[in-house]
């Protein structure tokens, strides 16, 4: 099983700021990764699929890199309804995994 | 749009069968993939399984032995069976659609998602 490691656990940061969360992947997955934002009481949306292709009608302040085991999702200025829990997911193997998930709060 | 909801039990007894179906709408089945993803504080977001319109379907060699997904193109519906269930089955399952990009629909990426249900095992 391939095991994803995301860091930090949680992010503390003002509206404005820029958001850098890391995805680790314990053996080479390419490109396949995908991030996710969940909400408290909702289900999880899709935001970057192929490590940096945005998910249709998500913003462009969201951005995806990385390739191979280290991964990151940036928020390039966060906006008041981007505080939310972020999940990656790999497709590399056929057993799909998720990350423990960051958790963006404001400070 | 396509959206999907979730339904059945939310609590099913220990050894029993967990089963749930989900109902989609504002699109076509005949052109992804359907899965089923489920999330609990202890084990965090882990994947069921898909099924794709055809029949095809893919396990998560963890649950596979437990596992089957069904579709019913016709009434717009798939439906998940989990036996022989304990506690640690007791999860929010969310269904979900295989996310479709321009010509292509991935069978491993999610989007849109239903709201979820909780499902407890408890006798």
């Known amino acids: 099983e391939i095991v994803l490691t995301q860091s930090p656990g949680t992010l503390s940061l003002s509206p404005g700021e820029r958001a850098t969360l890391s995805c680790r992947a314990s053996?080479?997955?390419?490109?396949?990764l995908a991030w996710y934002q969940q909400k408290p009481g909702q289900a999880p949306r899709l935001l970057i699929f192929d490590a940096s292709n945005r998910a249709t009608g998500i913003p462009a302040r969201f951005s995806g890199s990385g390739s191979g085991t280290d991964f990151t999702l940036t928020i390039s200025s966060l906006e008041p309804e981007d505080f939310a829990v972020y999940y990656c997911q790999q497709r590399d193997s056929w057993q799909l995994t998720f990350g423990g998930g960051t958790k963006v709060e404001i400070k | 749009q396509v959206q999907l909801r979730e339904s059945g039990p939310g609590l099913v007894k220990p050894s029993e069968t967990l089963s749930l179906d989900c109902a989609v709408s504002?699109?076509?089945?005949?052109?992804?993939?359907w899965s089923w993803i489920r999330q609990s504080p202890g084990k965090g977001l882990e994947w069921i399984g898909y099924?794709?319109?055809?029949?095809?379907?893919n396990y998560n060699p963890s649950l596979k032995s437990r596992v089957t997904i069904s579709i019913d193109t016709s009434k717009n519906q798939f439906s998940l069976e989990m036996n022989s269930v304990t506690a640690a089955d007791t999860a929010v399952y969310f269904c979900?659609?295989?996310?479709?990009?321009?010509?292509?629909?991935?069978?491993?990426?999610?989007?849109?998602w239903g709201q979820g249900t909780l499902v407890t095992v408890s006798s």
């Open positions: 979900a659609r295989g996310y479709c990009h321009d010509t292509m629909c991935y069978a491993a990426y999610y989007d849109p």
């Open positions: 504002g699109g076509s089945m005949k052109t992804s993939y």
């Open positions: 053996q080479n997955i390419g490109k396949y």
């Open positions: 099924i794709y319109y055809t029949g095809t379907t």
